[in-house]
């Protein structure tokens, strides 16, 4: 059977990834969570860039408990860079929600900042926020949430190295 991933070699990397190719592979930290309805939390998570030689970048994250290593939470999509600065992502998580989410990207400052479209079969989530920022070699990120009840609100931040 042919095809797949049989070579460790990756495809060269599309001209249009390269503003964003510092995102390109694996990061690792913790991070933490809260919002007015619920306790906080911290958290341990990994996320993955990766590409295929076209004009968008793979994105999975997942998420465990710090003590116990017990899985949480995970995510993936699409992240899909504009020559004009702007970036259009789409993210699937496993609780069931789909977000739709545009933005811009700044390769110079290395900030990518997303403001959802559309969240998907939410039951009370309308918003998602999410700025994602690379602070003296780390990936920080921010993400923000508005319910049917609360308004925009922090939700999620955490800090990561390249592994």
Same mark, same amino acid.
């Given at each position: ?15 249009? !990834? %390269? ?6 592979? +694996? ?5 933490? =969570? ?13 996320? %993955?860039? /990766?590409?295929?030689?076209?004009? *968008? ?10 003590? /116990?290593? $017990? ?11 504009? $020559?004009? =600065?702007?970036?259009?992502? &789409? ?5 069931? !929600? &789909?977000? *739709?989410?545009?933005? %811009?990207?700044?390769? =110079?400052?290395? *900030? &990518? ?33 508005? %319910?049917?009840?609360?308004?925009? $609100?922090?939700?999620? +931040?955490?800090?990561?190295?390249? !592994?």
């Amino acid at each position: 059977m042919e095809g797949g991933d049989g070579g460790s070699t990756a495809p060269p990397l599309h001209p249009g !990834l %390269t503003p964003l190719s510092y995102l390109i592979g +694996k990061w690792r930290g913790e991070g933490e =969570g809260g919002f007015p309805t619920i306790n906080s939390f911290k958290y341990g998570e990994e996320i %993955t860039f /990766s590409h295929s030689g076209k004009p *968008v970048m793979s994105y999975f994250q997942k998420t465990w408990k710090l003590a /116990s290593g $017990q899985p949480m939470h995970s995510e993936s999509g699409y992240w899909r860079p504009k $020559q004009d =600065g702007s970036i259009e992502v &789409v993210i699937s998580q496993s609780t069931g !929600l &789909v977000e *739709v989410q545009k933005g %811009t990207y700044d390769a =110079g400052k290395k *900030v &990518v900042k997303l403001q959802s479209e559309l969240v998907g079969n939410a039951s009370k989530v309308k918003e998602i926020t999410r700025v994602f920022e690379l602070v003296d070699g780390e990936l920080s990120y921010v993400v923000q949430m508005a %319910t049917s009840l609360i308004g925009l $609100q922090p939700h999620l +931040k955490a800090l990561l190295k390249k !592994l």
